[in-house]
């Protein structure tokens, strides 16, 4: 429930604090004292639009801050740790607030949130009934939802299966069209795969070839000058064996100084180290150097080996160009097109599969979309015999409430069924749309009777009504009261009023009062006691506070709420 409301700078209300109770709460004033921005406020607290024009003019922002007595095990305080917010002593204190630019800003449990969050949260916490909400209810997509929000659990199950079969059923439609409008642009795409695939076949690369070849090719290119090195090379390891006069080589020279060492080698360990090193070395330029003749043997140049790979190499290089970085890319790239191009092929196939999948869901949502209409059609019948009982205690005796349940065979995200609340305003009459059978009395009547069936069935922990009673005087009114004073004992009802009737059922009456400049300040919300009750019932009545017979009417009415059962 909630528990308490601060309101700073909005509409006439410079400052005001409105502590709330359980039960039937009732907000009065004279007109223009601000009455309706204690419901502006609640609407804002649960997301509503913010209008800087609502700012108090010279106000800077409009701040409403609500603290609300949440159920500490229920899926709200999940939602609220969610959104990182926390509870404050069992309640949750929500703010929010608007500038006078129209910059929004709201809080949730002492954190920064989205206003989506807040309306998310409304749903659970609050029902708000204004002018502006009956002409929502008056849309026939919003009257099917409030039917299946009557129809409760009963249509949960089939609900749930025919809206996965509906999801089901759009994926494979989709599916279906994208496979056969695109058609020509799939024929062109394997045949581009093919082409592909067919030039990567005529040169039949293998994995790392690209690499060896380029390796091969600048062998192939500087052979001459690598034999030449690698022959210098040997010459000064080994020496010249065809040398005319011996010249002196780097294997003859370490000999010769090894010969120098090994003569002293026995007076020196230290020396004797270095002779074996010396002949280690001996034996690796020995090695190096036969390897460097070998080497200088098998490097020939071979002009026709050459233009080979060099032809090799610009076919490989083609391909890269056109379907990878490397011959290790492109033949990945051949492999993703042979699975592609198996896709494609079998697209035909995928077809005829999908096509007997769509029939198979087509008959399956019928059925279910039937299913809902038997269900929504039961709910129907109940809903209009509880709205149109409720109606015959607001003083509408002979108004008869119809649901109109009707399949239209085109399936959508709830079902086939178009719903539409119609009224029959008395007997003969026929059963009209709400907007077009009931005058502005009758509609909220409607209205209050709607909400306090739909309170059985999926209550919420409070009710909020911005003159619900508008264009209803007289017995009417009494009984609105009384339907109200019911209402409240299943969860908390704030009611904005003019009418003495409706108000003397309250359990606490608060007044709005304007100060002398026309605001209403701190001390401008007033909680009645017995004795201020009835001076304000008199007020409402007569229009006059002291009046003896307005006062007398006054204890009459409340004398009339507190005998109710």
Do not use: C
């Amino acid at each position: 429930m909630v528990e308490e409301v601060r309101i700073q700078g909005l509409g006439v209300i410079d400052e005001a604090v409105l502590e709330l109770s359980p039960g039937f709460n009732v907000v009065t004033g004279e007109t223009g004292a601000g009455k309706t921005m204690v419901v502006t406020s609640l609407g804002l607290l649960f997301g509503g639009r913010a209008d800087p024009q609502r700012v108090r003019p010279g106000a800077e922002r409009a701040t409403v801050e609500g603290r609300i007595v949440v159920d500490p095990g229920g899926k709200v305080v999940e939602r609220v740790e969610e959104a990182g917010g926390e509870l404050d002593d069992g309640a949750l204190i929500i703010t929010r607030s608007v500038s006078a630019e129209g910059r929004s800003r709201a809080h949730l449990g002492g954190r920064s949130t989205p206003v989506s969050v807040l309306i998310n949260l409304a749903d659970d916490l609050v029902a708000v009934h204004g002018q502006a909400d009956q002409q929502r209810l008056l849309q026939v997509g919003r009257q099917r939802a409030a039917l299946d929000r009557y129809a409760g659990d009963e249509l949960t199950k089939p609900l749930r299966a025919y809206t996965s079969a509906y999801q089901r059923h759009r994926q494979v439609g989709a599916l279906l069209e994208e496979l056969t409008t695109r058609s020509r642009e799939r024929a062109q795409e394997a045949d581009a795969l093919k082409f592909g695939l067919g030039e990567i076949e005529k040169v039949d690369p293998k994995p790392g070839e690209d690499v060896e070849l380029a390796t091969e090719e600048e062998r192939l290119g500087h052979a001459d000058a690598l034999r030449t090195a690698a022959t210098t090379a040997h010459e000064a390891l080994l020496g010249d064996p065809d040398a005319v006069v011996a010249a002196a080589d780097a294997v003859g020279l370490l000999g010769s100084a090894r010969n120098a060492i090994e003569v002293v080698r026995d007076h020196d360990p230290a020396l004797a180290a270095l002779a074996d090193r010396l002949a280690e070395a001996g034996y690796l330029l020995s090695d190096v150097g036969g390897e460097l003749a070998a080497y200088a043997e098998s490097v020939e140049a071979d002009p026709v080996r050459l233009a080979a790979v060099q032809e090799r190499r610009a076919a490989l290089t083609a391909l890269t160009r056109r379907y990878g970085t490397s011959i290790d890319d492109v033949l990945d790239w051949a492999k993703t097109s042979v699975q592609r191009i198996t896709e494609l092929d079998g697209d035909d196939e995928r077809i005829e599969e999908l096509q007997v999948e769509y029939g198979e869901l087509t008959e399956r949502l019928g059925e279910l979309a039937g299913e809902l209409t038997s269900v929504r059609t039961r709910a129907a019948e109940r809903f209009s015999v509880a709205v149109t009982e409720e109606l015959t205690a607001l003083a509408m005796p002979h108004a008869r409430i119809v649901v109109s349940v009707t399949p239209t065979g085109d399936f959508g995200a709830h079902g086939a069924d178009e719903v539409e609340l119609r009224l029959a305003a008395h007997p003969g009459a026929p059963p009209l749309p709400l907007n077009k059978g009931a005058s502005g009395g009758e509609l909220s009547r409607v209205m209050l009777a709607i909400e306090v069936v739909f309170a059985g069935a999926d209550p919420v922990p409070t009710f909020v009504f911005d003159e619900v009673d508008a264009g209803v005087g007289g017995k009417a009114a009494v009984e609105i009261g009384r339907r109200l004073a019911r209402l409240s004992r299943n969860a908390q009802v704030i009611v904005v009023t003019h009418l003495p009737q409706v108000a003397a059922f309250a359990d606490q009456h608060l007044l709005v009062e304007k100060s002398n400049d026309g605001t209403v300040t701190r001390s401008g919300v007033i909680t009645l006691d017995r004795d201020g009750r009835v001076r304000e019932l008199s007020r409402m009545l007569a229009g006059l506070e002291d009046s003896e017979l307005g006062r007398a009417h006054a204890e009459e009415l409340l004398a009339l709420a507190a005998a109710e059962p």
